[in-house]
């Protein structure tokens, strides 16, 4: 959990990722959608992916997408899209500094 800390730190949007994952994919767009630049860890394309993925499983079920807004873990992919339908995403990427609007 350490890795992951320092990896997120200083950092408004990070998204854990791979590359062939469609729902990871969806997320990220989503969240570009309202102008929002997430950090992507494709964690099949870089070195220490399968360590990171191994951290991000003592979290959440599936390990991607995991998305972490303001250094905080946020959830997977059915937490976001239910941040998004109750109208909580804009601004808790607006507290982050993720987005100005």
Known sequence: MEMITRIVSDKAVVIFSKSTCCVSHSIMS????????PIVYELDVITNGPQIERALLQLCQPSVPAVFIG???????????????????????????????
């Open 71 to 101: 250094q905080q873990f946020i959830g997977d992919s059915k937490k976001i899209i239910s941040l998004h339908l109750r109208n909580e995403l804009v601004p808790m990427l607006m507290n982050a500094r993720a987005i100005w609007i």
């Open 30 to 37: 989503l969240i570009r959608s309202f102008g929002a630049n």
